[in-house]
């Protein structure tokens, strides 16, 4: 009898599921990816695949700051799938550099409950580059050709010489002597290179620039640099849930994009300017219907960022207050474990706020919740300081004469202490706001819009006018924000004596 | 009206008032004279409440001190400090009608009160619209002792409250409230290290010296009989050469 109940249950139910079915999508799928170019083409991708397939509405998290946000989002299931290297999951991930195959590394995975598709087909890795003209002069093509060659001289990055696998054993493993080296900023090693100045660089293998400036990437013949070749990363359970879109991108993705195919797609975007759009639509070819492009004009767009920037930090500044106005109330009237609190506010302060939105993870997911509540710590500390100081810098004799007058604590704080105490109050206030619209320009990093989404693509395409456009109005909010409390301290409601 | 019974304090070893017994008497004016270190802010200081005592008993009116609440003590007790005391951050009218405001009073009563209070020392009524940093030294006591006696208390006390002014405002301000305590009928007391105004004002003085009251009385009393070598010294100190000598040239 009761499976029988349960069995109409379940049925009606499954039938009112899919009738909701019809109108839309049951399921959310969320897509994100990393803040550099091919990141954001490869998920831009799936984004179209998955939209045409129509199994789920897709949502897209794109530009976050880095593997670990990744990695914690898609384990706390605020994204459901990214595209990742097989390099940075052997490594950052799993930390087993010693797993070198995709075999190897899937079947860690696969222990802990994650998945990885197929290799897509490129492999972005370190590589040695040089300009064409000089390997054609000189017949490079592979860099076990160098260990014969006289003098040339190489320009890498800081990072490159001082890395444990770095040019160290880059120039041991392929048996070069001692050249000349240069420590020399990525971006400039280009130009470098270009005017002669220097021979060699090291290059990520699908680098937009090596089209840009037409170089050749010298074959890792002895296998020196390790795989980083581009998968798709998810749980376990995604296949199961996204039946459709699974079999779609292996069909459309997988295994469909070369190294120089890749490095045409990045060049599309950071050397032709290109949206990202554009890129996957390149890709994907004119199979794929184009949705109506909504022509969002430049200035709409910042104007929004803008408004979310603010309600970011305002909504942030508005919990803070009323949480660090007591608290620094309470520090002033019980100094021992005031200071306390005041210690634990000052800690809070000294996170790293990539860490702290990184840790945040786990409870709050990404999105909103966490850059809130990041926000709402980092803006206790200069109000409950100043609220603090306020108290104490009221002089005795003041406090004293409230008692002689009989005033109840109550009154003493409403017509006395907070009056006077305000102006550091509001001080501190403003410090937090000021200081909040710079940290909320970071949100973006974990998917919760504002300026920061211009500035993180702006720093993915290497592309100054797009950091502009969102460290401008960011900047402008900052100076407005400052004025706007001026403002409000020349107008002290609580005092006369202005 | 205020009585100190066997009152002592004491901060660790560092004894102020070793055992004080002080009576402070209905509708006249007290003044405890003496110099900085003799205890007299401290007395005023257990008088108040600010200060605990450890042993002994303060009594107001009657009623033991410790058995007042601090809104009893405020309606019985106006006070004066040596700076005002004044809110800065407030007008004067604001200022002067806060008591009125903290213990629920008819602040028209206390209002046409402050007419009245203005015109005793001379203080025009315009000036009350302002902020104390707008005011004078002598005119912020004058708010300051309007605010003490808004209330009507029975009993003021005023911890040097003329010693930040110059002597033509101090005199000016003497004078007038000579006047005003017989005319409200208030007993007073007064802290003071200044001999001219606790002569001026007090009905009795009590020189205090290391915590003790060396002798109480009127000012003659203390000038014609000094009962310690300390009295003497300290009358002379602060009297001119030429009234010295006419005391010599008496006796």
């Not at chain 2, 270190?37 to 009657?62: A, D, W």
């Amino acid at each position: 009898m009761k499976v029988l109940i349960f069995f109409i249950l379940f049925h009606s139910m499954s039938v009112f599921a899919n009738d909701a079915n019809n109108k839309e999508p049951k399921d959310t799928m969320v897509i994100g990816s990393k803040n550099f170019t091919e990141s954001y083409i490869l998920a831009e991708i799936l984004a179209k695949i998955a939209t045409q397939v129509g199994e789920a509405k897709v949502i897209r998290k794109f530009g976050m700051g880095g593997t670990g946000i990744c990695y914690q989002s898609l384990e706390n299931e605020a994204i459901d799938i990214y595209p990742e290297y097989t390099g940075t999951i052997s490594e950052v991930i799993l930390k087993k550099p010693s797993l070198k195959s995709w075999n190897e590394i899937q079947k860690e995975l696969f222990k802990d409950g994650y998945d990885i598709s197929s290799e897509i087909g490129f492999n972005n890795t370190y590589a040695l580059a040089t300009r064409l003209s000089y390997a054609t002069e000189k017949q490079i093509k592979k860099i076990s050709q160098l260990k014969n060659m006289k003098s040339f001289r190489m320009g890498f990055t800081h990072e490159f010489l001082k890395r444990e696998d770095g040019y160290q054993q880059l120039k041991k493993h392929y048996q070069f002597g001692e050249h000349d080296t240069l420590g020399i900023e990525h971006s400039l090693a280009y130009e470098a290179l270009n005017s002669e100045k220097i021979d060699f660089m090291e290059v990520y293998s699908t680098d937009a620039k090596i089209s840009k400036f037409g170089l050749r990437v010298l074959e890792d013949d002895l296998n020196f640099f390790p795989n980083y070749k581009a998968i798709l990363f998810y749980k376990k359970s995604f296949s199961n849930r996204f039946p459709k879109t699974y079999k779609a991108f292996n069909q459309y993705l997988i295994g469909k994009i070369s190294n120089e195919q890749m490095i045409k797609l990045n060049s599309l975007v950071e050397v032709d300017q290109k949206s990202f759009s554009d890129a996957a639509f390149a890709f994907l070819g004119e199979g794929f219907s184009k949705s109506k492009k909504v022509k969002n004009l430049e200035l709409k767009r910042i104007l929004t960022l803008s408004i979310e920037h603010m309600k970011l930090v305002s909504v942030s500044l508005i919990f803070a207050v009323l949480l660090a106005v007591p608290v620094g109330i309470f520090a002033f009237h019980h100094r021992g474990f005031g200071q306390v609190l005041l210690g634990m506010t000052a800690i809070m302060q000294t996170i790293p706020s990539l860490a702290l939105l990184c840790f945040l993870i786990p409870f709050l997911g990404i999105g909103n919740p966490p850059a809130y509540f990041a926000l709402f710590l980092y803006g206790l500390l200069p109000i409950a300081r100043n609220t603090y100081l306020g108290f104490s810098s009221i002089p005795t004799k003041l406090i004293e004469t409230c008692e002689l007058m009989g005033m109840s604590s109550w009154q003493r704080l409403c017509y006395v202490e907070f009056p006077l105490a305000f102006k550091s109050i509001l001080s501190g206030v403003q410090t937090s706001a000021v200081i909040n619209v710079g940290t909320a320009t970071l949100a973006a990093f974990i998917g919760a819009g504002g300026l920061g989404t211009l500035i993180n693509t702006g720093l993915a395409l290497n592309n100054t006018k797009i950091i502009l456009t969102g460290a401008i109005p960011a900047a402008f909010l900052a100076i407005l924000v400052h004025v706007f409390f001026e403002v409000i301290e020349k107008r002290n409601f609580f005092r006369k004596d202005h | 009206m205020i009585e100190l019974k066997s009152v002592s304090k004491s901060y660790g070893q560092n004894v102020v008032i070793p055992s004080l017994d002080l009576k402070i008497l209905h509708e006249k004016t007290h003044c405890l004279l003496g110099t900085s270190g003799s205890g007299k802010t401290t007395i005023l200081r257990l008088i108040s409440g600010l200060t605990p005592l450890n042993s002994g008993e303060v009594s107001i009116q009657g009623a033991p001190l410790s058995n007042l609440s601090r809104q009893e003590f405020a309606s019985k007790v106006g006070f004066v400090s040596q700076d005002g005391g004044l809110f800065p951050h407030m007008t004067c009218w604001e200022n002067i009608l806060l008591p009125g405001k903290i213990h629920n009073k008819d602040l028209e009563v206390l209002r046409s009160r402050c007419y009245e209070f203005s015109k005793m020392v001379d203080l025009p009524v315009s000036l009350l619209d302002k902020v104390p940093a707008q005011l004078s030294g002598g005119q912020r006591q004058r708010v300051a002792l309007i605010r003490g006696l808004i209330l009507d208390p029975d009993i003021l006390l005023l911890d040097e409250p003329m010693s930040a002014l110059d002597p033509m405002v101090r005199a000016s301000l003497q004078r007038q409230l000579k006047i005003m305590f017989k005319e409200l009928k208030k007993t007073v007391l007064i802290i003071t290290h200044d001999l001219h105004e606790a002569s001026f004002l007090g009905d009795v003085i009590h020189l205090l010296n290391g915590g003790r009251i060396i002798q109480e009385g009127s000012f003659k009393e203390l000038y014609e009989r000094p009962k310690e070598d300390f009295v003497d010294e300290f009358l002379k100190a602060q009297i001119p050469d030429e009234l010295l000598n006419h005391k010599g040239s008496q006796s």
